[in-house]
């Protein structure tokens, strides 16, 4: 198989399967701080942050784009299937903090841009997670999918949606998966350590900050050099699902890897349909296998069938790897 072309992508997209968690009062900066993965103590007004939510073995329960609206209003933008339990968890931790936490889903309205859709917002050399504030629209720059910047444009519920061609949420969603920056997703809740989708490298983790749910995993992955799953882009012919798991012929009976997220890719691509793009978390040592395959989780006792699979290409990232310190 060889590697797909990348048809343009350039529009504006509706976004609806993200949520907003908001958080507001004059301990919302640090209670975050000390919940989730990056920095929000020195977090200012013209940056994002991507971000963890992990448990206290460091598996991740929820990852964020969030940014400041002002001093004391942060925005948490999520996974919309995994907005009422991660509030819930998160909530629990407020204790006596002067913070408080709410859906705000149907207070903004969210749309992604591509393309020359995001020239009146992001100039060429605009780094991701830098933010642009327009009155009360946020725009916070993302890491590019198929050679285009990308944007996350947010404002209040309401407000006219940026003028400029029309992009299906479908390819938006396509979009995301080519940027290999990850979104957790519920079928894959509890599975991954922030390094296993590279979140060290695309800004995700801020290992200069102080304790937070798991911190000592985290930390401990990547100054011992223990990490042995990456994330990695892969294509296919055939549908993909999040949560199949990921076989070599080699090992049909353990995985070594896991789809995190997936997309139909749009026509014009090597496949006449455009095939299948995911991001795969898997074990470092079977990137470079040849025959990899995507397999429903397997049953006790059953073991992988290659036929019954869906062959994968790995593609190259879009962005370099930090190496582990």
């Not at 749910?213 to 549908?239: C, D, I, W």
């Amino acid at each position: 198989m060889t590697q797909p072309s990348l048809p343009a992508l350039d529009g504006i997209a509706p976004i609806s399967h993200l949520g907003v968690i908001r958080a507001t009062g004059e301990d919302a900066a640090s209670f975050l701080h000390g919940q989730l993965t990056q920095d929000f103590a020195l977090l200012d007004a013209r940056h994002a942050r991507l971000a963890a939510f992990c448990t206290a073995k460091g598996r991740m329960l929820a990852s964020f784009i969030a940014f400041k609206r002002s001093a004391d209003d942060i925005l948490l933008i999520c996974d919309h299937g995994l907005l009422a339990p991660t509030l819930k968890r998160l909530s629990m931790f407020v204790l006596r903090a002067k913070c408080k936490l709410s859906d705000a889903t149907a207070d903004f309205t969210l749309h992604g841009l591509a393309g020359s859709a995001s020239a009146p917002f992001l100039s060429a050399d605009t780094a991701p997670w830098s933010k642009k504030t327009d009155g009360d629209i946020s725009v916070v720059a993302l890491y590019p999918a198929a050679g285009q910047p990308r944007a996350l444009w947010v404002a209040p519920a309401g407000t006219p949606a940026p003028a400029g061609p029309t992009l299906s949420e479908a390819q938006w969603l396509w979009s995301e998966v080519q940027s290999a920056v990850a979104t957790l997703s519920a079928p894959v809740v509890d599975a991954f350590v922030p390094q296993m989708l590279n979140y060290e490298s695309v800004g995700g983790v801020n290992f200069k900050k102080g304790c937070y749910p798991g911190q000592e995993v985290v930390a401990r992955s990547q100054f011992r050099g223990t990490l042995k799953r990456r994330a990695y882009l892969v294509h296919a012919a055939q549908p993909l699902a999040v949560g199949q798991e990921v076989f070599t012929p080699d090992d049909l009976e353990q995985a070594t890897g896991t789809v995190v997220q997936a997309a139909a890719a749009p026509a014009g691509t090597s496949d006449a349909s455009g095939g299948w793009d995911a991001i795969v978390s898997m074990q470092i040592a079977s990137s470079s296998h040849g025959d990899l395959f995507a397999h429903a989780p397997l049953a006790e006792g059953q073991s992988a069938d290659a036929a019954q699979g869906v062959a994968l290409q790995v593609l190259p990232l879009p962005y370099a790897l930090l190496d582990d310190i």
